[in-house]
């Protein structure tokens, strides 16, 4: 499969602690033993821990010393779990952790597949908003940057929107109300709305220009987000305004909870795409069930499947097989209602690959 969404991953072996990979992320004095505390409870920590543990052939109890083993030779063990998971490519957000952009080609070594990389625009206009910037410098800031990425190569851009002022996108908000919210005290991260607001119409547009797709975070993200900020309907203004249906737009994560809705604008809008990924890691048996449901109303050319992978490469491998877990259980619904074999099989191999290699052009 081609992984659409992903981020990049440890480029060294040892211990694994699954109790880390959580969507808690709070640094506060406790933290980390609430997430230990609250590890072995979560679906998601069981069914890594006993399908890893059938991979290493051990007892689930044994996984994270069996993986400080296995792991000894770095390259080769993180090669076999994207094998493992048929990862063929993956379309990359490089711009955590700091630095992680300079080793786009070790990833790639080290995956055994190709990395196409996508910009994200937020560590640009969160930097400039911090330095007291205005809007005419932001606005030129990202278009550069856009401009180069896609003079390097890179296959997309991407917008965090949601982990900052939200999804609400006014696309007629003027330079002077963008000017303004810049005038604020509240924390660079919620600041600025309509100055946000106005430089994502504007990367709409130029991406567009380009020919370059734009991924929007959508739904469930770690515990930095106002989930409530990240409901796709709420950029529906958007879509409907000549910037937002210029370009094509993926939004990611399978929009958890708001699959239905993501299934909506992908049927009903021209340009929107679906990607189905993390909630396959954090909520990995509801993923047929999502999966289903996007089929069952979205054009499928317009499905695309990832793993939003990060920090350790088990997560993409456990994403992808969770994907194919899922896919498995959809299409045999899907060929009890009917469905040819046929058609089942030119949606598979455009959800796993097809479709991302249209889209981003690899
Ligand atoms: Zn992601």
Redesign the pocket.
Known sequence: MIDD?A?PFNLAGGPLDPAALSLDIGTEPGAEDRRRSLGPGRLFQELLTVRLAEYLGCEPAEVPQARARASAEWEPYVGGLFRNAAITGIVM?PAWPPGAAENLERYAELAGCLVHPILRLEPIVDRLIDEGAGVAEIVDAVGRAMGEAASRGWVGFKTILAYRTGLAVNPDVTRQEAETSLRSDVPVRRRGKACRDLVLREALAMAADIGLPFQIHTGMGDSEIRLGESNPLQLEELLHSPAGAAGRIVL?HGSYPWTDELAYLAAARPNVWADLS?CNIFSPLTTANRLLRLVDLAPTSRILLAT?GSQEPELFWFAAVVLRDAWEQARSTLAAAGARASWLDEVEVAIFEGNARTLYGL
Do not use: G, K, S
């Open positions: 969404h981020h957000d990611i993390l939003d």
